[in-house]
């Protein structure tokens, strides 16, 4: 068992089952990230059809800011999975993730807006458009050539996603940047501990 997982709170068969799915891919796909994330993408809209249960305190937002609970993290730190939670009104600053990423909407809307770095901009940044995405709704969020974004919760309730990533994201420091001036910084998303 790996060290970031929670042993006190446990998932669903359907969650073991498509954690097995993420493994195989990784593993079978390799370095390719445009197969290995539409492959995980669709393990991922299967398990929300079925119907995702998380544990409440794998899904309880902070006062403060967005968290991630780890659900699962390979030994390896070849990818993880998280419980990703905003509270109403709560966003992320702009920043990119350093790997591939794939999540899926369990509850609450998302508010989505995507960059990419542009030199020529004032702020060294071009902004891409926005999307929403509501509960089942499933997408590839980054792979590395296509990285950046900034995301909050857009309704009256809490957002609680599912997020894979290719790689410990807890742990993998990522670049947030300013959208005022261009300057960015070295940050770590760490993972966050359910009160239980």
């Not at 492959?39 to 937002?61: C, K, S």
């Not at 699962?72 to 990119?96: C, K, L, Y």
């Not at 990423?101 to 702020?123: Q, T, W």
Request: glycine content about 8%.
């Amino acid at each position: 068992m790996s060290t970031h997982e929670t042993p006190d709170l446990t998932m669903d068969t359907a969650f073991d089952e498509f954690v097995a799915a993420v493994e195989q891919e990784v593993r079978s796909v390799g370095d390719d990230e445009q197969a290995v994330t539409a492959a995980i993408a669709g393990h991922l809209q299967t398990w929300l059809g079925r119907g995702v249960v998380i544990p409440e305190p794998l899904r309880a937002p902070h006062d403060d800011h967005y968290v991630m609970y780890p659900l699962h993290v390979a030994e390896d730190g070849s990818f993880s999975i998280a419980s990703a939670v905003w509270n109403v009104g709560q966003e992320t600053p702009v920043h990119d993730h350093g790997t591939w990423g794939v999540i899926g909407i369990v509850s609450g809307l998302e508010k989505e807006k995507r960059f990419v770095p542009d030199v020529a901009s004032a702020n060294g940044l071009s902004f891409l458009g926005e999307d929403f995405l509501r509960p089942g709704d499933v997408e590839v969020c980054c792979t590395t050539d296509q990285d950046v974004h900034a995301v909050s919760a857009a309704s009256d309730e809490p957002c609680v996603g599912i997020h894979v990533y290719g790689a410990d994201i807890g742990t993998l420091p990522r670049r947030a940047y300013s959208e005022d001036d261009g300057s960015t910084r070295t940050f770590v998303s760490a993972w966050a501990a359910p009160t239980v």
